[in-house]
Antibody, heavy 117, light 108 residues
């Protein structure tokens, strides 16, 4: 079945960077984009960016431009999201998501909690 | 950036009642890219409705979506105990995805 499995929780110091991975299975990784969304405690969902699975082209939210880098490893069917210059405001659950059978986010990873403290 | 505003913030209803949730956009949104998600505590969001009115795979027909332009609605007929959750609308426009702030449907 289609599945996205993310890496485990992270605790980082302010100013550090964090990299979260998202391994896809059950579908053609290069045939679809991978999206990243975060959710701070008690807050709304926030789209961060996406990567084209085929050619690696990326698009970032203006809010995170310059601080986020999304990459992929097609041989491992894995996407990565790296966020730098962390502050306490970056404490959040980070999700990867795919639009596989619709044009919306119909598959989600389980989430990776990133705590900045 | 298109801003989505959801109302009400909280909806207190009993099982069996109907829930009507609103999502208003700051600019006209393509109906093809308006979606609704359900999120329960400790879980990832789940896609309910895409393209404003199409149900995602496995979603019961008590969930329905409608609207166009700047005003969209999610209706849940005959609330079941498992429907009490937070609901988010989402849109794609100007190369960015944005979400509403959510409506919590709670048991009265």
């Amino acid at each position: 079945q289609v599945q996205l499995v993310q890496s485990g929780a992270e605790v980082k110091k302010p100013g550090a960077s964090v990299r979260v991975s998202c391994k896809a299975s059950g579908y053609s990784f290069t045939g679809y984009a991978m999206y990243w969304v975060r959710q701070a405690p008690g807050q709304r969902l926030e789209w961060m960016g996406w990567i084209n699975g085929a050619n690696g082209i990326t698009k970032y939210s203006q809010r995170f431009q310059g601080r986020v880098i999304i990459t992929r490893d097609t041989s491992a069917s894995t996407a990565y999201m790296e966020l730098s210059s962390l502050t306490s405001e970056d404490t959040a659950m980070y999700y990867c998501a795919g639009a596989i059978s619709t044009n919306s986010f119909d598959v989600w990873g389980q989430g990776t909690m990133v705590t900045v403290s | 950036e298109i801003v989505l505003t959801q109302s009400p913030g909280t909806l207190s209803l009993s099982p069996g009642e109907r829930a009507t949730l609103s999502c208003r956009a700051s600019q006209s949104v393509s109906s093809n890219f308006l979606a609704w998600y359900q999120q329960k505590p400790g879980q990832a969001p789940r896609l309910l409705i895409y393209a404003a009115s199409s149900r995602a795979t496995g979603i019961p027909d008590r969930f329905s979506g409608g609207g166009s332009g700047t005003d969209f609605t999610l209706t849940i007929n005959r609330l079941e105990p498992e429907d009490f959750a937070v609901y988010y609308c989402q849109q794609y426009g100007y190369s960015e995805w944005t979400f509403g702030q959510g409506t919590k449907v709670e048991s009265k």
